[in-house]
């Protein structure tokens, strides 16, 4: 295992990658709720930097306003084509406007299309009358926004990074079930680390 976690976490999903895990571009996002009971989803991971772990999220979606109303919040992210996990707790950080921006491209016209569904329709996870009034709202903002490359960036969502300063890293040994679990802990120079029983 590497001597950073960032640095292991981005070759374990490089390696996750060329092996066609298809889950290398999700984590698990996992916030408290306002009465204290855990909740998780999974999410997009964007990129990974020193700055974090991007990620994008509606600001009326429940997690949002969960992780507004208390800060907590930690990262899942497992991926079986090379027996990685990584538990990563911290705080979120503010994305830059020009990287929303790049990522908000790179969207498809549906959902470009969802985002402002979130604003002026229904916000996430509410309920619908039916499946159909879902789809006769996206069809209306269809006809508002025909182009998908014109779509104006949703003013209600938004991107951060998870700011790692604990991650738990655990790399699987299958054969002999003795797997290698590490907890680095984020330090003035660094990481400081403890070798965990598995
Ligand atoms: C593989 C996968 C990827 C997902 N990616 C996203 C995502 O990037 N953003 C998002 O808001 N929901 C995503 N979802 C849906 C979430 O898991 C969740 O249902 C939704 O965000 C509502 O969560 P909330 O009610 O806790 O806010 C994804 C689900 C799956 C299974």
Not at 110 to 127: D, F, N
Not at 168 to 189: C, E, I, M, N
Request: proline share 7%.
């Amino acid at each position: 295992m590497l001597a950073d976690p960032v640095a292991d976490i981005l070759a374990a999903r490089a390696q996750a990658r060329q092996s066609r895990d298809p889950y290398v571009d999700v984590c698990v996002f996992v916030t408290v709720s306002v009465s204290g009971a855990p909740e998780m989803r999974a999410i997009a991971l964007r990129d990974i930097d020193t700055r974090g772990f991007g990620l994008l999220i509606n600001a009326n979606s429940p997690k949002w306003q969960q992780v507004s109303a208390n800060g907590q919040c930690s990262l899942h992210l497992f991926w079986a084509t090379v027996q990685r996990q990584y538990r990563v707790y911290g705080h979120l950080e503010p994305m830059e406007a020009e990287r929303l921006q790049q990522y908000w491209e790179r969207k498809g016209h549906a959902s470009r299309l969802l985002e402002h569904y979130y604003e002026v329709m229904q916000p996430q996870s509410q309920p619908l009358p039916s499946r159909e009034a879902l789809l006769e709202g996206i069809d209306a903002l269809k006809q508002r926004y025909p182009d998908a490359d014109r779509v104006p960036l949703a003013a209600s969502l938004r991107g951060v990074y998870l700011y790692p300063t604990r991650i738990d890293a655990w790399h699987g040994s299958p054969l002999d079930r003795l797997h290698d679990r590490r907890l680095f802990t984020r330090t003035d120079v660094g990481w400081s680390c403890e070798i965990l029983v598995p």
